[in-house]
């Protein structure tokens, strides 16, 4: 009898456990998109799809790049389009990834792997079915660059 209720103890904080993690999450989509050669040539063209739930938050991209990065910020162009392709925003962004003065890297990271959240300027509307991102320093590859990411995350409240 001792053992049912130890077992069942064990049980409700493991539940408990599983609903508190998934209950604090504000993420609605999350996704990435890795550089096999740690390179991001100018031809590249980084997409997302997004699914429903994404379309009511706040757009964030996020760039993971190792200490080889030769820059100290990130000159990207989204692309946002409807479900019929058209394109709804055209937009340059630059991302600082390296502190101005220090040359320490922004972000989060460990070893010589960084990375980088960034919020774009967009109102995301249902409208919006794929996201592209295209780097856009003037030079043909960008060495250093290990994954780019979208995540859309809830609107905090006012």
Not at 42 to 51: G, Q
């Amino acid at each position: 009898m001792a053992g049912n209720r130890l077992a069942y103890s064990l049980i409700g904080i493991i539940v408990s456990i599983l609903v508190l993690s998934a209950c604090g999450t504000d993420r609605l989509f999350e996704d990435y998109q890795g550089m096999p050669s740690l390179k991001w040539s100018i031809e590249d063209t980084v997409r997302f799809e997004l699914n429903p739930a994404a379309h009511h938050g706040k757009m964030l991209i996020a760039v993971k790049h190792t200490d080889a990065y030769e820059f100290r910020n990130l000159y990207v162009r989204y692309i946002l389009r409807d479900s019929s392709n058209q394109i709804l925003e055209n937009t340059l962004v630059n991302i600082p990834l390296f502190e101005r003065t220090s040359g320490s890297p922004l972000g989060k990271g460990f070893g010589g792997t960084f990375t980088k959240y960034d919020t774009l300027p967009v109102s995301v509307d249902s409208k919006i079915a794929t996201v592209q991102f295209i780097q856009y320093m003037r030079t043909e590859t960008l060495n250093g660059i290990e994954a780019i990411g979208l995540k859309v995350v809830k609107h905090a409240a006012n």
